[in-house]
């Protein structure tokens, strides 16, 4: 995998999400901060929602913004005439396949579907829109059902057809083959979209890129329906791994942070301590020897260079699991000058301290210079 583009989700899935309350100005923001980070679309709330949604949905597309905005309605024609009427660079088009979601949602028969899908597909290109076709709960549908309906899009002109897991049920396996056996079937792009119930958002977003996907649905911290979709933040530590040049070219890494608490303070809501990249723990390296290691070559227990995204590592030595090479360092960061055999009787001080109670950096560091002024300087 070395390309793929982000529809930016937030401020229509992430508007799904239990706490989300968006007001005009802070979808305006959030807008804005995406296009800055660089996405490639940022899809908004259906305007057919509420008259506000309508009103924020038109806002957004005048905000004259890098990236393509997107609405994302049901499959019918009067969604899709007040979608084109806001001025959308795009509409996603989404209507449930499942036999659930025919059963107990809409009702309707495949081929009724498939007919509606047509129709509002030949409307929305003769407006010079782009337009997107999905299932929805596309891992709960009929294989061939759904084979035959992305066709016959396909064939229809569709810019591309989506893939979601809309009950986060599905596995990268599961979504390597689906997404493998549509790109034989297809032409245009392919789009996926994967909640996260099951924990397997970002990985089944690498098997369907793999699988030959090309868009990927994301939020900001995976905001969403239930526990969310894929973090915006999760999919670029993946790819940053997986696709270096590419991502670091593409996006503006460092402003993820700032996105992130732009979004986090706007629905009350904590970056959680063990997220990718911006965990308060993400580049903090605790055991001795993983210590020395990071001083000597950051690589060594690094998969993404912190500073990539403006971050900087951090090295503790506030444990009894700590070691002298890493005290060394922050001896040497406190301007304080000590020899080897010094460092290992202060690291001595510091476990036996540490065997006692937990340390804060301010305890370690007057243990440090209390050692330096009571034995180096005698
Ligand atoms: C939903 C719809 C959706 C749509 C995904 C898509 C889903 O809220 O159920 O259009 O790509 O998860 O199926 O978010
Ligand atoms: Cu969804």
Known sequence: VNSFKIIESTLREGEQFANAFFDTETKLKIAKALDNFGVDYIEVTSPV????????????????????????????????RKAVECGVDG????IGTSSFLREYSHGKSMEMIQKIALEV?????????EV?????DSFRSDLV???????????AGVNRVGVADTVGGATPRMTYDLVRTLRGVVGCDIECHFHDDTGCSV??????????????????????????ITPLGALMARMVVTAPEYVTKKYNLKALKSLEELVADAVQINIPFNNPITGFCAFTHKAGIHAKAILANPSTYEIIDPSLFGLTRYVSINSRITGWNAVKSRVEQLGLKMTDEQVKEVTAKIKQMADIRPLAIDDTD????SYHLDVVQQ
């Open 203 to 228: 990985a089944n977003a690498l098997s369907a890129l793999e699988a030959g996907a090309s868009h990927i649905d994301t939020s900001v911290l995976g905001i969403g329906e239930r526990n969310g």
């Open 121 to 129: 597909i030949e409307y929305v290109k003769s407006q010079g829109v």
């Open 91 to 94: 509409v996603d088009l989404v």
């Open 145 to 155: 059902d759904i084979l035959a309906l992305y066709k016959a899009v396909d064939r």
């Open 366 to 369: 007057s243990i440090i210079r």
């Open 49 to 80: 929602s509420s008259p506000q949604s309508y009103e924020d949905c038109k806002r957004i597309c005048q905000l004259g913004l890098k990236a393509k905005v997107l609405t994302h309605v049901r499959c019918n024609m009067d969604d899709a």
């Open 132 to 136: 997107r076709f999905s299932s929805e």
